[in-house]
């Protein structure tokens, strides 16, 4: 049996106190990595299928032969890995705001994911996704205005239930169309909500894209012994 209980690392920004840890489970019987923002729980190594479906549900959307994708928050790395498996996957640029998470990968303190950002495919950009998708720069600074095939969020809660304010202009009518211009025509914009469809953030995505959905996954829960949810919203740029 490992420690019961360690904290591995922290970091103070502007939204809160960061930090992971990692505690031994006696309902499944492991090691649990989780990430906690203050108090408040982020993500957690006992729940990653809807993060593994927003990369295979999204890219499943995606044409093309070789992809260019954008995943919008490293965490602990399940949504990047599981794009990784589309041999599509020609590049792949993770944008992650807070430095401590990218050292968190860099140090290996994540044993399922060990090795995700020495992958030759990916390149790791310190930054606010939100800032950048605003931004005539968008997601690469050395080129100015790129375009990608796909863009896979996982951030925010939800689009009500978000980590720090300034991000609910991102879910808005203008701040998607800001985001469509980050996509080439036919692009995917896939993006993960803990919370169940909102018909608000629907209407917004119909707005600037097309073939929009919202796919409940579901999945085992085993401290509850019961089943979970999470929405993976899917919507394309119109190629004309």
Known sequence: MSVRFEELGWQRTEMGEISLRRRFDPTVRTDVFEVKLDDEFLMSSLFTVAEQALATTGL??????ELDVVVGGLGLGYTAQAALTDP????LTV??????????????LLPDVVGLLSDPRVSIRCDDFF?????????????PGRSYDAVLLDIDHSPRHVLHSPHGDFYTPSGLRALATRLLPGGV???WSDDAPDQEFLDALDSVFVDVDAERVYFDNPLTRGKSS?????ASRPRC
Request: aromatic share 12%; with cysteine; glycine share 8%.
């Open 60 to 65: 499943a959307r995606a044409d093309g032969g």
């Open 230 to 234: 999470a929405t993976i919203y899917l």
């Open 131 to 143: 800032a950048a998708a605003a931004s005539p720069v968008g997601f690469d600074p050395h080129l």
């Open 189 to 191: 914009f896939a993006m």
């Open 88 to 91: 599509r996957v020609r590049t």
């Open 95 to 108: 944008i992650e705001y807070c430095a401590a998470v990218v050292d968190w990968h860099e140090r290996g």
